[in-house]
């Protein structure tokens, strides 16, 4: 039993290999996608017999395709005999996880005739993927008014976002996320040479992302007789992270080493 949407997925035993898509999928047009796929031999070009859904309209019609009462093409075995639905197959076994063609990106269950995907917390389910879930913006975080939510990959924090203290000049919060400093005194330098205003920006970094690598770029208005510093104000992460010049203008933060666990920026 084949409806739009559904999906079969294919693999070829011991001494072949596919050649062609993994899965093919029944569209609205009531034809499968993609191309039909083969199995090789590995030692010659000469393919063998696979049952296939025909190229043309589900069900599938091809004579070399015996029908099945299962509603899931890998779903169960077929007796040769009678064509009856015999015993259950293990997809997540049969196409394992992480492999070309697997069906969950996260974690799969095998139920009789069929299977499940599931995601960690924080994530919702898209088909086989798994998007992240943005509690800010879904308003189900539980910060204080005091706080800013920050979203993170499967979770989010609550962080605390005050103006600095400089011995020269103080500062005022214009926004959730900038500070801008006070008028100065006539005639103080120090003042003078604080910076008029400062940012907070917040970036959510995966584990095992390969270094070097570019994360984003900062840049400032150049005034006449101004020197421009980048460099990192704060955060439990100075030894992944490093803050390049990358023009009169700019500074580029990048990923050094690795991130193996949680850390803040």
């Given amino acids: 039993v084949f409806a739009v949407g559904h999906e079969v997925y294919f693999v070829c035993t011991s001494g072949y290999k596919l050649i062609g898509p993994r899965s093919r999928m029944c569209l609205q047009t009531q034809r499968w996608s993609g191309q039909q796929p083969e199995c090789h031999r ?17 069900p599938p019609s091809s004579p070399s395709i015996r029908p099945s009462r299962c509603s899931h093409l890998w779903g169960h075995t077929i007796s040769g005999h009678n064509n009856i ?14 492999q070309p ?4 990106v996260h974690h799969c269950v095998n139920s009789p005739g069929s299977f499940s995907c ?4 924080g994530y919702d389910r898209d088909g086989s993927s798994c998007t992240d879930v ?7 975080h539980n910060c204080s008014t005091q706080h800013m939510c920050v979203n993170t990959f499967g979770g989010f924090q609550c962080v605390t976002v005050s103006c600095p203290s400089r011995k020269n000049a103080t500062y005022i919060k214009t926004s959730p996320v900038c ?10 330098k120090g003042c003078l040479q604080t ?10 970094v995966v584990s095992n992302m390969s270094a070097p690598r570019v994360l984003f770029q900062v840049s400032a208005a150049r005034v006449l007789g101004d020197t421009l510093r980048f460099g990192l104000a704060g955060g439990s992460g100075h030894g992944h992270f490093s803050v390049q010049r990358s023009g009169r203008q700019t500074g580029t ?10 850390t803040t920026l």
């Fill in 101 to 104: 063609g697997r069906l969950c």
């Fill in 42 to 58: 590995t030692s010659s070009t000469t393919p063998s017999s696979l049952a296939l859904p025909s190229s043309s309209s589900p």
């Fill in 179 to 188: 500070c801008e400093k006070n008028p100065c005194m006539q005639g103080d």
């Fill in 85 to 98: 639905c015999t015993g259950d197959i293990d997809e997540c076994r049969v196409l394992l996880l992480g």
């Fill in 134 to 140: 943005n509690e800010c913006e879904t308003q189900i």
């Fill in 195 to 204: 910076p008029n205003s400062i940012s907070f920006h917040f970036l959510s």
């Fill in 118 to 121: 599931f995601c960690p917390a």
């Fill in 253 to 262: 933060l990048l990923l050094v080493t690795p991130i193996r666990g949680p």
